[in-house]
């Protein structure tokens, strides 16, 4: 990403193997985001005073992807600074909340998006279903952050071990007894994805990435998305997060 600082060099970005042999506690920082989601849309890049926060609220794509590669370094490198948690910010939002992105994530317990970007209250918006299956309540809600809160950033997070994932491929494969009826729900909406030239444990983590690509394109083609995308007000970005290393990285 434009403008950020790496304290050591990215792998490759995008790529999905090769980063599961480290633990956090051993990390040296690395600019994932800075790397791995380079090349968001042009368009504002500068800031939003935000009352009662002690940063300012980024007020483009490029720079709210600035401001997220940050926090995961923090966070993967045991940094955290858990920023906006004070009593003075607490109070001003009460008065209204400014956003600088929206977070579709899975609702996987291991992945809560302020933690693994080090933000906090009044700076992201998070929706979470499991998959970052879309339905009309997600889209909503993303909309709302995106039309309603002027939004610039939109991120589609997925993630390593993805078990939504991993019930729609065994579901596809004819393994196991039938899901229940609303779990069916979410395999059927899965299925689309599945990379079906992997096999096992990589076909789920193939799937994976081919989830979050498909959601990505989903919410980039919806019209009232795709005009702020086009004026260079918005930006969809699809990552992924590594559990075995805390690390997010752009999914191209």
Not at 48 to 70: K, N, Q, S, V, Y
Not at 118 to 129: A, C, K, N, Y
Not at 133 to 145: F, H, K, N, Q
Not at 181 to 209: C, E, K, M, S
């Amino acid at each position: 990403m434009p403008g950020a600082t790496a304290d050591a060099p990215d792998p490759v970005p995008g790529g999905t193997s090769g980063r599961r042999r480290a633990v956090r506690a051993g990390l040296v920082g690395a600019a994932a985001l800075a790397a791995g989601l380079a090349g968001a849309s042009a368009g504002p890049t500068a800031t939003l005073a935000r009352p009662g926060a002690t940063r300012a609220r980024p007020a483009g794509p490029r720079a709210a992807l600035r401001e997220l590669a940050a926090g995961n370094r923090r966070w993967r490198t045991l940094h955290e600074k858990h920023p906006d948690e004070t009593r003075p910010v607490r109070q001003a939002l009460i008065g209204g909340q400014h956003p600088f992105a929206v977070v579709l994530g899975c609702v996987d317990s291991r992945v809560p998006p302020e933690l693994v970007f080090d933000q906090g209250l009044g700076d992201l918006l998070t929706v979470r279903s499991a998959g970052q299956v879309l339905d009309e309540a997600v889209l909503g809600s993303i909309c709302y952050g995106v039309l309603e809160l002027a939004i610039p950033l939109i991120v589609v997070l997925g993630h390593q071990s993805c078990g939504a994932v991993a019930a729609a491929v065994r579901a596809d494969a004819g393994g196991g007894p039938p899901l229940p009826a609303h779990l069916q729900y979410l395999a059927d909406q899965i299925r689309p994805a599945i990379d079906r030239t992997a096999h096992g444990g990589a076909r789920v983590d193939a799937t994976v990435t081919a989830n979050v690509r498909r959601v990505r394109a989903r919410l980039a083609a919806e019209p009232d998305l795709a005009a702020r995308i086009t004026t260079g007000h918005l930006d969809v970005v699809g990552a992924r997060y590594e559990l075995a290393t805390q690390r997010v990285d752009r999914v191209d």
